[in-house]
């Protein structure tokens, strides 16, 4: 998961404000830490701390940063844990200077990669993959200071899913894997060019889309001047994250030309033709069942009703250490609104059913409102595989669905009937056939192997 967001000024002046910003409006895309690194063409300054934005950034600790480059990250943790040390951006000290690297996506073969660079005498402060990505970056700087040969060289070796914004010097470089896994867009105003994971954060700091970056293509500025490359190994064969359309983006982003809303409305709409029901209303799980919800009842003419009432205040990291606190957090987060759901026949609407927990807590909660009967509608088909691009989710054995039928989940959650949307749905749905289906068909985009094997 994680956010990225930067920002070139060529009137060279201070951009950390916008930089905070922008990352405030990619909260979504984690809420475990953030940073920010600023460039003044010499030094990189930075900040960085465990907590959503507003809570790690002061005003006192933005005021001490000064620059004209800056990057910064939200961080949702899929490799290493939740410490310090293993919040971006990573700044590495080296002979031929600072390189500040924030990173969104998971590298498959970082293990091997990193045993390699150990081997040869370099020590990791965090436990985290991108880290690996700054070490290798520092090792083809200092055979040859040249940084885009270097992150050619680099790219070459990563088996994976990066988007990342680097600066070096008076540079700012941003750049997106050759399967174009996760998003990364470019936005313009007269003084400076942006960088975000989603064209929302750009909306936020009032700045125009220009245009996304294509899956291996790097972009690089420089004094006021954009030029672009073409990263080794991209052959036009794009494989973007179907999950960034069904969960994972904000809705009001636009991914590629192809809007979040739409596609959710889109995934409803499929979802109530594919898997039509008597029910008497239809409810989504909030937030992210309310578009889906909106499009099915357009489609099924079924009222619809927002049943579950979510308390938009709660933060997402809970310490529970008792089942009782656990039942507690669920209904702290959501509550029926009782006389929607009593003696109806309910449609309940999620995005996603990754282990089954929250679907079964979801049900039991409907039906002791007095919902006579409970069925659930999912936006995403069958998730049957783990992801190793950074999608945070489970092993094999853990995916309920990776070894049940839709009866047998039905079961297992108390739900009267389970039916998710289809494969082919979901395409129709997004509109692009140039995505990873990997959790949904278990065949993956790159060679996956040795995470298999670790599995094992
Ligand atoms: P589970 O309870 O394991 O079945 O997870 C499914 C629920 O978690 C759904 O309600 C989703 O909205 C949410 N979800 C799905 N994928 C993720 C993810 N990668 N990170 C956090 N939440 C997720």
Redesign the pocket.
């Known amino acids: 998961?994680c956010g990225i967001f930067g920002i070139y000024s060529h009137e060279k002046s201070n951009i950390v404000k916008k930089v905070y910003y922008g990352l405030y409006a990619l909260q979504h895309r984690g809420q475990e830490g953030a940073g920010i690194a600023v460039g003044n063409g010499k030094e990189i300054g930075y900040y960085k701390g465990l907590g959503l934005v507003p809570e790690v950034f002061s005003n006192k600790n933005l005021q001490n940063l000064y620059g004209h480059i800056g990057i910064g990250h939200v961080r949702y943790s899929t490799t290493g844990g939740n410490i310090i040390e293993n919040c971006q951006p990573f700044v590495v000290n080296s002979s031929f200077g600072k390189i500040a690297i924030a990173h969104n996506g998971d590298i498959v073969n970082s293990s091997e990669l990193k045993r390699e660079l150990e081997k040869n005498g370099h020590i990791f402060v965090s436990s985290t993959d991108s880290e690996v990505i700054a070490q290798l970056l520092v090792r083809e700087l200092l055979k040859d200071d040249d940084i885009i040969s270097a992150i050619m060289k680099v790219t070459e070796k990563l088996n994976g899913a990066y988007s990342l914004l680097i600066i070096y010097d008076d540079t700012l470089i941003a750049l997106r894997d050759p399967k174009g896994f996760k998003p990364l867009c470019i936005g313009k105003d007269e003084g400076a060019y942006y960088f975000s994971s989603e064209s929302c954060a750009l909306d936020i700091v009032n700045v125009d889309f220009e245009k996304d970056v294509s899956p291996g293509e790097m972009v690089v500025i420089k004094n006021n001047e954009m030029k672009t490359y073409k990263l080794p190994n991209s052959n036009g064969n794009a494989s973007t994250c179907m999950f960034e359309y069904v969960?994972f983006a904000r809705p009001d982003s636009v991914i590629d030309g192809i809007s979040v809303y739409a596609v959710r409305r889109n995934i409803g709409r499929i979802l109530a033709r594919e898997n039509p029901n008597n029910s008497d209303v239809v409810s989504p799980?909030p937030d992210?069942g309310i578009i889906f919800s909106q499009g099915y009842t357009e489609e099924a003419s079924v009222p619809y009703y927002e049943a579950l009432i979510k308390n938009r205040y709660i933060g997402r990291t809970f310490i529970l250490p008792t089942q009782e606190e656990r039942d507690l957090a669920v209904r702290l987060k959501l509550n029926p609104v009782k006389h929607l759901l009593r003696d109806k026949k309910v449609t309940l609407i999620?995005?996603?059913?990754?282990?089954?927990?929250?679907?079964g807590k979801i049900i039991k909660m409907a039906r002791k409102a007095g919902a006579k009967e409970v069925h659930l509608r999912i936006g995403s088909p069958r998730i049957v595989s783990p992801c190793f691009y950074g999608?945070?989710?489970a092993t094999t054995k853990e995916l309920i669905a990776s070894s049940k039928t839709d009866e047998e989940i039905s079961e297992c959650i108390g739900a009267d009937s389970v039916a998710y949307l289809s494969i082919n749905g979901l395409v129709e749905a997004i509109g692009r056939n140039d995505l990873c289906l990997a959790c949904l068909t278990g065949k993956y985009p790159t060679d996956v192997s040795c995470k298999f094997n670790c599995e094992k």
């Open positions: 998961m969960y799980v992210s999620d995005d996603s059913i990754v282990r089954g927990t929250t679907s999608i945070d989710m």
